[in-house]
T-cell receptor, first 109, second 115 residues
Framework: EDQVTQSPEALRLQEGESSSLNCSYT??????LFWYRQDPGKGPEFLFTLYSAGEEKEKERLKATLTKKESFLHITAPKPEDSATYLC??????????FGSGTKLNVKP | EAGVVQSPRYKIIEKKQPVAFWCNPISGHNTLYWYRQNLGQGPELLIR????????DSQLPKDRFSAERLKGVDSTLKIQPAELGDSAVYLCASSHRRGENTEAFFGQGTRLTVV
């Protein structure tokens, strides 16, 4: 059964303290791994798509990487405005999306 | 380019009453998804459309939930009758079915409270 597990559930960082969020997955035929950001009361906002092991994508302070079994979202020198819930999702051969439960990030000034 | 539009943003109803949510996907997106998101959880798929065809409704509670996507564009999700456990955020998303850019884009969601 396709599955997505994110860790940690919650992460508290000081401003400027770099860290990583993990997304481990089991899927029948990966057609893409997606990272989303979700602010309270809003829908998920698309960040990155990764398709194959070894691929990396960057956007400002965020960098996403992918292996055959997991993905990491690295946050370098985070700012308070990076506080949000980060969701990971995978798309399988049948065009289905499976989401993890998310990591709630809180960056303190 | 306009994003995915959902309405209403908020809805409060009494249990056993009906409720309907509306979604207008991004222009040109063939695939439309309805998700339910409970507090502190990731979105869970309810139904997926490819054009006007419901290709995956295995997670839709069919005794009380129904959906339609007439003409392969807008979609409506209905609950009748609503139960207390249906309180959640209902998200609509759309994507291209084929092609390199296969990410799904989400609307703002409808927060349903059943009292």
């Amino acid at each position: 059964e396709d599955q997505v597990t994110q860790s940690p559930e919650a992460l508290r960082l000081q401003e400027g303290e770099s860290s990583s969020l993990n997304c481990s997955y089991t899927v029948s035929g990966l057609r893409g791994l997606f990272w989303y950001r979700q602010d309270p009361g809003k829908g998920p906002e698309f960040l990155f798509t990764l398709y194959s092991a070894g691929e990396e994508k960057e956007k400002e302070r965020l960098k996403a990487t992918l292996t055959k079994k997991e993905s990491f979202l690295h946050i370098t020198a985070p700012k308070p405005e990076d506080s949000a819930t980060y969701l990971c999702a995978v798309r399988d051969n049948f065009n289905k999306f499976y989401f993890g439960s998310g990591t709630k990030l809180n960056v303190k000034p | 380019e306009a994003g995915v539009v959902q309405s209403p943003r908020y809805k409060i109803i009494e249990k056993k009453q009906p409720v309907a949510f509306w979604c207008n996907p991004i222009s040109g997106h063939n695939t439309l998804y309805w998700y339910r998101q409970n507090l502190g959880q990731g979105p869970e798929l309810l139904i997926r459309y490819e054009n006007e065809e419901a290709v995956d409704d295995s997670q839709l509670p069919k005794d009380r939930f129904s959906a339609e996507r007439l003409k392969g564009v807008d979609s409506t999700l209905k609950i009748q009758p609503a139960e207390l456990g249906d309180s959640a955020v209902y998200l609509c998303a759309s994507s291209h079915r084929r092609g390199e850019n296969t990410e799904a884009f989400f609307g703002q969601g409808t927060r349903l409270t059943v009292v």
